[in-house]
């Protein structure tokens, strides 16, 4: 029997395993010098003066949900394609959801469907960069200038990666990063929060320590909650910052093999990666005919690979039953291949011939969106 190929593999190396030993040993346990250290890193790496660490993606579009205002009586408009945490974020700021569709090619948020869903109580917008595919920033902010919109990256799936203006997340009033372990800089958990105006990074800085005005000081006027990241991961997210650029010609590298690889099959088909313009894939994704048959093809032959998440319009408690088919559509066929850094091309080569075999039984026609 063949080892297990898990759907996303990132190693760890002796440098980060010393990294966290050396944390440790240092009682640099809680949020402190470490942190302080990887948002200078982080910061650096986007090329922005400053960012914030928190404890994950989610506490990230959070924080940057309240630093900038948005709260009871407000809506936020999302893809209706996409993981739930930014719809839960909003929720949790005490905001409403609002859905607009996505485009068929490469599902991301909508412009034209965007505009459609402003409403009066409409206060924000979450385009989100899926697998690092650029949303349609341009117009999105031409949009929300229009009609007085805060616009909120959700670049939690993007980190590294650029569209012809620069690096995704930085092209907004907030952009929010996800570290956790299937990511470019995977620590565990951990979100990074980017935004060009100090005061909205002061404001985060504030509501990742439950309101305080300083860290050490001992007033509390502010709403707030402990979104704290600790020195021990920050430690690790620091140590993989020297290998950031050799795992994203690697992400590079495992894309590139895949889409020759799979170049023959019938019934999947990659989705398109915009390399001239910097776009970093950062999984390998791919629209299925019969999905659920590969997924479960691939399981019976030791290999990993995941569902697209449901549709934001199928998830009961953000009460947004609406018809959204392209959205839908990415819902029911797309899939994540084995994926990661540290892929190895053997492995990559294994999960070739099974998507061939599979290719070749019977299965359903290849799919458009609507
Ligand atoms: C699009 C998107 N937004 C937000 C998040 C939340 O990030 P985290 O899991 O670090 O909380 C994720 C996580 O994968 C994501 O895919």
Not at 11 to 34: F, I
Request: hydrophobic share 45%; with cysteine.
């Amino acid at each position: 029997m063949h080892r297990r190929i898990p759907w996303f593999r990132t190693d760890l190396g002796d440098a980060d395993v010393a990294a966290v030993a050396t944390a440790l040993r240092d009682r640099r346990v809680t949020t402190g010098p470490l942190t302080a250290e990887l948002e200078r890193r982080v910061a650096a790496f986007l090329g922005v003066p400053d960012v914030v660490a928190v404890n994950s993606g989610a506490a990230a579009l959070l924080a940057a949900l309240k630093a900038l205002g948005i709260g009871p009586g407000d809506e936020v408009v999302l893809p209706g394609c996409s993981f739930v945490a930014p719809a839960n974020a909003v929720l949790l700021a005490g905001a409403e959801v609002r859905l607009a569709d996505v485009d068929p090619v490469r599902a991301v948020m909508d412009p034209g469907a965007l505009e459609a869903a402003i409403g009066p109580r409409t206060r924000a917008v979450i385009p989100v960069h899926p697998n690092g595919r650029a949303a349609d920033l341009d117009t999105i902010r031409e949009i929300a200038r229009r009609r007085c919109l805060v616009v909120i990256e959700d670049a939690a799936q993007a980190l590294g990666s650029r569209d012809r203006r620069g690096p995704l997340g930085t092209g907004s009033d907030a952009g929010c990063f996800s570290t956790g372990i299937t990511k470019l800089l995977a620590t565990g958990e951990g979100g990074i929060i980017a935004a060009r105006d100090p005061a909205v990074l002061a404001a985060t800085r504030r509501y990742r320590n439950q309101g305080a005005e300083s860290p050490a000081g001992n007033r509390f006027d502010h709403e707030g909650f402990n979104l704290r990241p600790t020195d021990v991961l920050s430690a690790l997210g620091v140590a993989r910052m020297d290998g950031i650029d050799a795992r994203t010609a690697s992400l590079r590298r495992v894309h590139r093999t895949c889409r020759e690889a799979f170049s023959d099959l019938r019934r999947l088909r990659l989705f398109d990666v915009d390399e001239a313009a910097g776009e970093l894939p950062l999984w390998v994704e791919a629209i299925a005919a019969d999905r659920d048959r590969v997924i479960a093809g691939l399981a019976a032959r030791g290999i990993e690979a995941k569902p697209y998440p449901p549709a934001l319009c199928d998830c009961a408690h953000l009460r947004c039953p609406a018809p959204l088919p392209r959205s839908r559509f990415f819902a029911d066929h797309g899939i994540v291949l084995p994926s990661g850094p540290d892929q190895p091309d053997e492995d990559l080569a294994r999960v070739a011939l099974a998507l061939r075999e599979i290719d070749r039984q019977d299965g359903g026609r290849m799919p458009e969106a609507p």
